[in-house]
């Protein structure tokens, strides 16, 4: 017997849509894994710090913000800190992500005693996984 | 063709693929709870992707020789390989499912970890779907004797009050015992404060939710045969939907004691929490538990 004829006789109208189905899933997992493959990815990590709202809890202000890894590769342990000069009060506050991989974001806060006027937000460090 | 030929057809795929799916999670639940399978999934490059697509395809293959997730099929090797499409298909889903559910595969994550997390965590939902057949049908041919049921409904008929209150007991204890054995392994690992920490309400709801459509699944709709029997069978609350709920508060008081033995939840903890990581272990105990229920 051809291989079709057997398939024929062993495969139901049913088992074909889910073969149907399953092949349009799998067709669209192996397309992005090509493309994946085709488009280079080997930029080294960077780092895009945003800084967010700011509200006021027990006289403590909480900045958020959020850091996106630009890059392609993973950063580990990124470390992010922030610094408000006002005169001669200088105050920083500093925070570590464990992980960011490459093209996603992740939000943090960070916290302090006086108005965060003129703060700047910096990546300090990241270890290469 | 008769169109009730047709329907017992689209009935026993139905059925096929949902043994599918109960192996997927049976088998690939521990893992989705391991931070590791996570992080080396925000790691893979497309090569490492195809890598492992290509090994758990390899792999169903193989494993559709003794096992499978169709039942009552002769092997046909062309048939095999098609029917491992579908077993990767159903793993992939099944795991891109799972990772949403427990809020990691956020959509600010990127394309590409997305992936690589469903494709790390498709191999051992892979590895469920490929034995299924194995896993959830450890009944079939008891199931499918018709004089063994004829004497069970013989002795349903007899069966007394006393009786009914014995069945649902070992019912319990069953449930009990399967979702310890799947989540005491689970119950003291960071993993369970990670996904915790991540859920909203509407997450925790939609665990909830997940936990009891998966245990239904297991249970009765694994096997049509296993469901007749399980319809006759003893105990108290005999309506499908009551044992669902029932077995997943039973997994649930069993969570809630393993939590309290690995001293994660204690005194200094709000309600919210307790009830968080009781609903987040409760997931793989509900698993585990309906996957008990059945081998009794």
Redesign the interface.
């Known amino acids: 017997m051809s291989l079709f004829g057997e398939l024929k006789n062993e495969y139901s109208i049913a088992e074909w849509v889910s073969l149907g189905i399953s092949l349009s899933i799998l067709a669209v997992i192996v397309g992005l894994v090509v493309w994946f493959w085709l488009s280079p990815a080997d930029r080294l990590a960077r780092f895009l710090v945003r800084e967010g709202q700011t509200r006021m809890e027990d006289g403590l202000y909480y900045v958020d913000f959020t850091i996106e890894n630009i890059g392609d590769e993973t950063g580990e342990k990124v470390e992010v800190k922030g610094s408000i000069t006002a005169g001669d009060h200088k105050e920083e506050a500093s925070t570590v992500f464990d992980f960011v991989p490459g093209r996603s974001e992740e939000k943090g806060v960070l916290i302090f005693t006086r108005p965060p006027r003129g703060l700047v937000i910096t990546v300090k460090s990241y270890q290469k996984p | 063709m008769t169109s009730g030929k ?1 329907n017992s ?2 009935l ?3 059925d096929d ?1 949902l043994r599918a799916v109960s192996g997927a999670f049976l088998f690939g639940i521990p893992l989705l709870y391991t931070m590791e399978v996570w ?1 080396i999934g ?2 893979v ?3 490492d ?2 890598l492992s ?1 290509a090994a758990t395809f390899i792999l169903l293959i193989i494993l559709d020789y003794g096992a499978g997730f169709r039942m009552n ?1 002769k092997y ?1 090797w ?2 095999s390989i ?1 029917d491992s ?2 077993a ?3 793993a ?2 099944c795991a891109a499912l799972s990772l949403k559910i427990i809020g990691y595969l956020p959509s ?6 997305m ?1 690589g997390r ?2 790390m965590e498709a191999i051992p939902f892979g590895i469920g779907v490929g034995i299924s057949d194995h896993l959830v049908e450890g009944q079939k041919a008891q199931g499918e004797d018709p004089n063994r049921q004829q004497e069970r409904q013989r002795g349903e008929e007899e069966r007394t009050a006393e009786g009914k209150l014995h069945g649902t007991l070992v019912d319990m204890g069953a449930t009990a015992l399967g979702a310890v054995i799947v989540a005491f392994a689970i119950a003291p690992t960071e993993e369970i404060l990670f996904i915790a920490s991540r859920q909203s309400s509407l997450g925790i709801l939609i665990i909830m939710s997940v936990s009891l459509v998966i245990s239904y699944i297991i249970v009765f709709e694994a096997s049509f045969v296993s469901e007749s029997k399980r319809m006759q069978q003893r105990g108290i609350f005999q309506h499908p939907v009551f044992e669902t709920v029932n077995s997943y508060l039973v997994s649930l008081m069993v969570s809630l004691f393993m939590l309290w033995l690995f001293k994660i939840l204690g005194s200094d903890q709000s309600y919210q929490e307790w009830l968080n990581y009781v609903i987040v272990l409760g997931f793989p105990a509900s698993i585990g538990g309906a996957a008990g229920r059945l081998a009794i």
């Open positions: 047709k057809q689209w026993e795929e139905l693929v992080w925000s790691q490059d497309a090569l992707m195809s697509l099929k046909v062309s048939v098609l499409l579908v990767l298909a159903v992939i889903v600010d994550l990127g394309l590409e970890n992936l469903i494709t």
